[in-house]
């Protein structure tokens, strides 16, 4: 793996190569390791050293983009001319607002472990055979990954820009299985000594007994209590329509809406860099630095998040929400400047999760969600399933596990219907990363269908 | 490069591997985005590297780099050996691939115009002027539209004694418009939003005719914001071919992978309702559903060669006269299954369906081209025989369970069908159901003059993440008693 010395000669000798008015150059490294195992059994086991240089080259307001894995100086002479001819063939962008200047970015924590990058494949075999073991013993079927890694990105542009930052990332994500039951644990932390593996280990085969035999249960409106697992997808779409794109076009949940008291008082979302436990990452791949963003301040409608392009376009700030003009570790996914939320809380409250089963005499109590999908975005419509624990509360205690159902719910309605925050908060891996989010008591809930399992 | 393959494998076989396979690929994507009239994106993008599989003591491990030079291949072989070693520490059942397959062999995507010699600024003028047009339309709001062509060389070599060099090209489109007013928002895209996409050169292009289709979807946008909602009832549902073809994907293709049915994807995809014990008995839809994966269709994301494990495209039947006949495999759970049936492993042969979705991925089972065969309607016919029903068209949304069983779809547009004629626009139409059942209630399907391969290019599966390009053929079809209008 390259140094920071050594990428950034490369970005500069890049830079020096382009005759365009501005260039920007953006280096993406990753090494990663993931040990798969179903069936009590490691079957799947891999590992990857990748990187990727992609270079944007205005002539004006017309940007051509490239990017190669040939480090090779001839590789890179034909990197620029691509980019540049690419530039020179098509008509302005007005939007364009320039690449980014020099800035200094905040000295903050760092995020990179030795003992993440360096994990072995021992290593995570016998991590993994904790959880198998245990499994085991307890006559159920564990299946699940582990991965680390390390990666390093780094930005230059030709206005004297340059940012570099390591990083290292270990997730866990357990499924167990029985004939009729299943659960289910994960975790993410940019130490992987922060996941203590044969505990979520035990917290899924546990879940996968004592949600065995389920029972049917009728399609309607439910008071529900939904774990940490199953808020992460609350979490995530409503941090996501926060896109200032689509909040200026018209198309989001937030859009006219900011300012208003939408939402329970009790709901705090925020996507800050600089939370405990988050990952530190003090610029995005413009080189922007990373603004903390409060999308919903105790109920009201908050801030959107902006790329260099929107914030120019709508004369606000940008907030360090951009993601790579190319993205070579995901073929196929569209070129060009899109923006992402990274470092997603849900604030927590001040309720056990106990407390809220407590206080309701006929819901549900819903583990994760599965297989989400908008189905309208204005009111975050969404449809999926429940999975890996769903169980019926009566009375105040869990009753009995049910089998799982499908909702179709206003996540925008969900969030105004919040009876309690869950107390801690619980780290659930995502597109990018991992959220932060507490359990939430949600007066109703909308489920439209069911299964047989 | 070819010189890399073999360096691999000499090493792997030096470090004590049963059986080793190594891709090496170079891909090459160009990628054109336009959004308001705005040129957003133009890119190319390439990158270069190898996989080195290997099995020891009946355990797999895989290693992958981007680094193409002999070092790098004797370190990245040597790394998938630890592996492989550290996956025998917790394996219960030693890796059995069943007879070799042996084959030297050239494939190549057939292509009558290579889309990367059609100059950008043609590409450019024709995404334009199909967001001109759409939108010309008062009342659009967002205009969008992306091409995309790809070309990948890959290598693949194994201990066996396979050489395999195969050239793939794709080609794909779309345009869209939102149209938003009062709150309400409405989305039309053509073919759909993410694009349909072939194993074809521009010629694909020049066939959807962007150009030629960008006024009806932006009209057709923004008469959904003043269209009814779609009522919620149980009806007669008409599905077009594009949203048919997602839904052949999601509840034949998936449930029919045979690592997903050994709980191998149990963590992330999850599991199926189609169990091995079904294997031939199962009454899966109507007597008129024969469905097929089919690694040899024109045009089909899922055309190849062969398989990333060197197995020779084939026709495997999935459902046949309505009955579950067979499932998407390979060399490995085709052994499998064949131990569990009683049947003799050393004599089994894998489907074909092992592909990667780069070089820095292990070849996972992966739907090849599922279609559903064509029946005998014409449209027409088949609209003017139903009496009330529904006519769905352009997915829009997509959800179904962990084992393939309940699905709620949601589609772009709908029209009430009433005494055999198309009657008024529906908005925010879905539809639920339960894969057997719904299935099981198909007595209608629309005859080859209307089947087409649908290409899907985002099909996401395993763990690290793989998305694969997929194809699904498929003509129109009734389907009798389905719950539709699931939505507040």
Redesign the interface.
């Known amino acids: 793996m390259l140094n920071e010395h050594e990428i950034k000669a490369l970005l500069q000798g890049v830079i020096s190569r382009s005759s365009g008015d501005e260039t920007e150059v953006l280096f993406l490294g990753l090494d990663?390791?993931?040990?798969?195992?179903?069936?009590?059994?490691?079957?799947?086991?891999?590992?990857?050293?990748?990187?990727?240089l992609?270079v944007s080259v205005a002539l004006g307001k017309r940007?051509?983009?490239?990017?190669?894995?040939?480090l090779s100086a001839a590789a890179l002479d034909q990197l620029v001319e691509?980019?540049t001819q690419?530039?020179r063939?098509?008509?302005e962008?007005?939007?364009f607002p320039g690449f980014a200047p020099p800035t200094e970015f905040p000295k903050g924590r760092q995020a990179f472990d030795e003992a993440t990058a360096s994990a072995?494949?021992?290593f995570?075999?016998?991590a993994?055979?904790e959880v198998?073991r245990y499994a085991l013993d307890q006559d159920v079927?564990a299946?699940?990954?582990f991965?680390t890694s390390r990666s390093q990105w780094a930005i230059a542009t030709s206005h004297g820009l340059f940012a570099w930052h390591p990083l290292t990332l270990a997730k866990l994500?357990?499924?167990a299985?029985t004939e009729t039951g299943s659960g289910y644990a994960a975790d993410a932390a940019w130490e992987v000594a922060q996941i203590p593996v044969a505990k979520w280990g035990k917290i899924a085969v546990d879940k996968a007994i004592v949600s065995q035999n389920p029972r049917d249960i009728a399609p309607g409106d439910y008071p529900v209590v939904l774990e940490e697992a199953a808020v992460h997808d609350l979490v995530a779409f409503m941090g996501g329509g926060a896109n200032g794109m689509s909040v200026t076009?018209?198309?989001s949940w937030m859009s006219g809406r900011q300012g208003q008291a939408l939402f329970s008082p009790a709901i705090t979302l925020v996507d800050d860099p600089d939370a405990p436990e988050h990952l530190p990452i003090p610029f995005d791949f413009e080189g922007t630095p990373r603004q903390p963003l409060s999308i919903i301040r105790e109920g009201v409608v908050g801030d959107a998040f902006y790329n260099r392009q929107w914030a120019a376009k709508t004369g606000n700030a940008a907030t360090g929400h951009g993601m790579p003009?190319?993205n070579?570790f995901?073929?196929?996914s569209?070129?060009?400047?899109m923006m992402f939320p990274m470092h997603l809380t849900l604030q927590a409250g001040n309720t056990p999760i106990e407390q809220m089963i407590a206080s309701i005499e006929r819901g549900l109590y819903v583990t994760r969600f599965?297989?989400?999908?908008?189905?309208?975005?204005?009111?975050m419509?969404v449809?999926?399933?429940t999975?890996d624990g769903t169980f019926w509360i009566e009375n105040g205690e869990i009753a009995y596990p049910v089998k799982?159902l499908?909702f179709?719910?206003?996540y925008v309605?969900a969030l105004q219907n919040v009876a309690a925050v869950g107390a801690s908060l619980h780290r659930e891996p995502g597109y990018a990363g991992f959220t932060r989010n507490p359990a939430l008591q949600l007066a109703q809930f909308?489920f439209?269908?069911?299964?047989?399992? | 490069m070819k010189d890399l393959l073999a360096v691999a494998l000499n090493q792997a076989q030096l470090l004590g591997a049963d059986y080793a396979d190594v891709r090496a690929l170079t891909a090459r994507e160009q990628s054109v985005n336009v959004r308001n009239g705005i040129v957003e994106g133009v890119g190319e993008m390439e990158n270069a590297g190898f996989g080195v599989r290997v099995l020891v003591s009946g355990a797999w491990g895989f290693a992958s780099s981007a680094i193409l030079s002999s070092q790098e291949v004797e370190r990245v072989t040597a790394e998938a050996i630890a592996i492989a070693k550290a996956s025998a520490m917790y394996q219960r059942q030693r890796v059995y691939l069943g007879p070799p397959e042996v084959h030297q062999a050239i494939y190549r995507t057939p292509v009558e115009i290579d889309p990367f010699k059609i100059p950008i600024e043609d590409k450019i003028a024709l995404l334009l002027e199909a967001d001109r047009l759409m939108r010309a339309e008062a009342g659009i709001k967002v205009t969008q539209g992306s091409l995309v062509c790809l070309r990948k060389h890959q290598y693949f070599a194994s201990s066996e004694g396979s050489a395999i060099e195969q050239e793939f090209f794709e080609t794909g489109g779309a345009i869209m418009a939102l149209a938003i007013a009062n709150g309400e928002i409405q989305r039309r895209s053509y073919p759909n939003v993410f694009r349909d996409q072939h194993a074809e050169g521009w010629e694909f292009i020049q066939r959807l005719d962007l150009v030629g289709n960008a006024p009806r979807v932006g009209a057709e946008a923004v008469a959904l914001l003043s269209a009814e909602q779609c009522p919620s009832t149980v009806t007669t549902l008409i599905l077009d071919r594009t949203q048919l073809g997602l839904q052949i994907h999601e509840s034949c293709g998936h449930p029919t992978e045979l690592d997903r049915v050994f709980g191998t994807e149990a963590a992330y995809a999850g599991t199926s309702f189609l169990t091995p014990e079904k294997l031939k008995v199962f009454r899966y839809g109507s007597e008129i559903v024969n469905l097929t994966a089919d690694a040899t269709t024109p045009g089909g994301l899922g055309t190849f060669g062969y398989d990333d494990e060197g197995v020779p495209a084939q026709r495997v039947p999935l459902v046949r006269d309505g009955r579950f006949v067979g499932y998407l495999s390979s060399r490995e759970t085709a052994t499998q299954l064949a131990q569990l049936r009683g049947e003799d492993p050393a004599l089994s042969r894998s489907g074909g369906a092992m592909r990667a979705s780069g070089w820095n991925r292990i070849p996972i089972i992966r739907m090849t081209n599922i279609n559903l065969e064509p029946g005998t309607w014409e449209l027409e016919d088949l609209i003017a025989d139903t009496d009330e029903g529904i006519y769905l068209e352009t997915n829009k949304s997509w959800s179904i369970d962990n084992l393939r069983l309940n699905f709620l779809f949601g589609t772009e547009l709908a029209y009430e069908i009433k005494g055999g004629k198309r009657g008024k626009l529906y908005k925010n139409a879905t539809y639920t159901g339960m894969t057997p059942e719904f299935w099981g209630a198909c007595d209608a399907i629309c005859n080859a003059k209307a089947w087409g391969i649908w290409g899907v290019p985002n099909c996401g599966k395993g763990q690290p993440s793989q998305t694969a390009h997929t194809g699904h053929g498929a003509a129109p079809a009734r389907f009798r008693n389905v719950r539709i209008g699931v939505m507040k």
């Open positions: 990663e390791a993931l040990t798969r195992f179903a069936n009590n059994e490691i079957h799947q086991n891999v590992a990857e050293t990748n990187f990727s992609a940007i051509g983009m490239a990017s190669t894995n040939d691509r980019a690419l530039a063939l098509q008509p962008n007005p939007d072995t494949p021992e995570r075999a016998h993994v055979g198998i079927v299946s699940g990954a991965s994500t357990i499924v299985m076009e018209g198309s003009p190319i070579p995901a073929p196929g569209a070129m060009g400047r599965n297989y989400t999908r908008q189905v309208h975005p204005r009111e419509v449809t999926g399933l999975r799982n499908r179709t719910q206003s309605e909308r439209t269908g069911k299964t047989e399992f």
